[in-house]
């Protein structure tokens, strides 16, 4: 049997969607700067998010809160 390695391919979504849960838990703050989800997002596959981040004109010190953007709050 050969082995089966699987790539995970990060979206930009998929980063702001881990980003916001963190957010929620208060594993982090909207205030951190992005390099800190680093600590929750395994070493082999932080290159992924580092590219894609790139990609998307984001800059591993700008905060946590311009990565997630605007939140919409319906229990107001």
């Known amino acids: 049997m050969a082995a089966t390695t699987?790539?995970?391919?990060?979206?930009?979504?998929?980063?702001?969607?881990?980003?916001?849960?963190?957010?929620?838990?208060?594993?982090?703050?909207?205030?951190?700067?992005?390099?800190?989800?680093?600590?929750?997002?395994?070493?082999?596959e932080w290159g992924d998010v580092e590219c894609e981040l790139e990609r998307c004109s984001y800059l591993l010190r700008d905060r946590i809160g311009d990565l997630l953007g605007v939140e919409r709050w319906d229990n107001d």
């Open 6 to 44: 699987t790539t995970r391919r990060f979206t930009i979504d998929a980063i702001q969607d881990e980003a916001r849960h963190l957010v929620s838990t208060g594993a982090i703050s909207r205030q951190q700067p992005i390099y800190t989800l680093c600590q929750y997002i395994p070493a082999r």
